[in-house]
């Protein structure tokens, strides 16, 4: 399960948007606000307590801000795809390799904490079905023929049951397990607050939305 949901949750949604082709974006929003409440909600109740429980707390902290740091780094590449925002220039027929890559980072080490915890798959699951419903509508709309974007969409969804493999088989992962989990924490802060905060539109209130956030923490809450 560890490793089938996160890889189907991707292509379910790949499928969903080419044989659907929506033309609004607007329910996908309401849905990345409800993971991006999600994720941030179960990041302090399931895998903050955890690790500063079983690890050095300023160690916790640096591995925290390097997540961050990480995440804003790989963001100059993927131009915002983590949090549903694709600002990416695709040339014709060129595949998008540095996309890719900058996704993949990100899905590899999400993917090592869910290894300790049920809860924060779901989690994971919740924040990967809206980024794959954006990025498959941007892939199916670009010019690159449907077999390429099937290759990125495969290869992106198989990075984070990649990253929990790792995590239970290799022993230099699994050693520095906290650390990395830390690391991942840096990164669902930052992912997770980018949505809540562009959620609101010019600042505007919408009721929708706010509803949506807080029935993310209260679910994430009683989980």
Do not use: C
């Amino acid at each position: 399960m560890v490793y089938f949901l996160p890889f189907m949750a991707v292509i379910g949604s790949f499928v969903f948007i080419y044989l659907t082709k929506p033309k609004s974006q607007k329910n996908v929003k309401l849905l990345l606000a409800f993971s991006g409440a999600f994720l941030l909600a179960l990041t302090f109740f399931e895998l903050l307590p955890e690790v500063y429980n079983e690890s050095n707390p300023k160690q916790v902290a640096v591995f925290i801000l390097a997540g961050i740091l990480l995440q804003v780094f790989l963001e100059f590449f993927s131009k915002g795809a983590e949090h549903g925002h694709v600002h990416f220039n695709l040339k014709q027929s060129t595949f998008p390799i540095v996309l890719l890559l900058s996704l993949s980072i990100h899905a590899l080490i999400e993917g090592i904490p869910i290894t300790n915890d049920t809860n924060i798959l779901y989690g994971i699951l919740v924040h990967k079905v809206p980024v794959a419903l954006i990025l498959s509508i941007f892939l199916i709309n670009s010019k690159l023929s449907i077999k390429l974007v099937l290759l990125f969409m495969v290869i992106f969804g198989l990075m984070t049951p990649l990253g929990s493999f790792l995590a239970t088989h290799s022993t230099i992962i699994s050693e520095y397990s906290q650390q990395l989990s830390a690391l991942a924490i840096g990164i669902f802060l930052h992912i997770s607050t980018i949505v809540l905060f562009e959620s609101a539109q010019g600042h505007a209130f919408n009721l929708r939305k706010l509803a949506v956030i807080i029935f993310g923490i209260a679910i994430a809450y009683f989980l």
